[in-house]
């Protein structure tokens, strides 16, 4: 019974070691992650103009959207588009990159859309974000 | 000596639990770290004057 309750006691001893552990930051600081983040902060400067106009907004699943193609003029909505798929490669590969490097692959998801409520929390007044499936105005 | 044989495989199974609680996604961390990376990715917009930077890096 002894031997039991030493058991027991090196049990919880260890439950308590792995809480630590478990409530350790995520590494986000490293040469991978740190890449896609400069690449998306050189094309915030050419993309915020269209968030502010409607053109693009943020929606609920992490990424951005042409939302209202209206808003740009039509020479222009090629590459619109480009920029809008460029920065969603960017952000896919930010999710990936940040579930990888700490080692848990399977995080993605989470990653993904604890991003996705973030980025639409920061987002300036004026532009449009993806709520329950409609677009609205901050 | 027989318990053992109960208290054993009770212990294995609290020992998996264990293992489970450590790969829980870490949401406050991940909230902390998305900041931070938002943060860097817009502060270029013209109504953020990069007033907002020193304290993030310190906190563990």
């Known amino acids: 019974m002894n031997a039991v309750l030493k058991f027991l006691v090196a049990l919880v001893a260890l439950t308590a070691a792995l809480n630590v552990f478990a409530a350790a930051d995520l590494e986000v600081n490293t040469p991978g992650v740190n890449a896609i983040k400069q690449s ?9 103009g269209h968030y502010t106009s409607g053109a693009v907004g943020l ?3 992490g990424l951005i959207a042409l939302r209202d193609a209206g808003a740009v003029p039509l020479a222009q909505r090629q590459a619109v588009n480009a920029l809008v798929a460029a ?9 990936a990159e940040i579930a990888n490097v700490n080692g848990h692959p399977e995080w993605q998801a989470e990653i993904r859309s604890t ?11 004026g532009w449009w974000v993806q709520s329950g499936g409609a677009w609205r105005q901050k | 000596m027989k318990k053992v044989w109960v ?25 902390k770290a998305a900041d931070k990376i938002i943060e860097e990715v817009w502060q270029t917009q013209q109504d953020k004057p990069a007033a907002n930077q020193p304290d993030v890096k310190e906190t563990k």
Do not use: K
């Open chain 1, 87 to 95: 920065e969603n490669n960017d952000r896919n590969a930010l999710y």
């Open chain 2, 7 to 31: 208290a054993l495989p009770l212990a294995a199974f609290a020992l998996s639990a264990c293992v489970t609680i450590n790969i829980y996604f870490p949401a406050a961390a991940a909230e």
């Open chain 1, 59 to 61: 929606t609920a699943d």
């Open chain 1, 40 to 48: 998306m902060q050189a094309r915030h400067a050419q993309l915020a």
């Open chain 1, 115 to 125: 991003f996705a409520q973030r980025w639409i929390q920061r987002a300036q007044p």
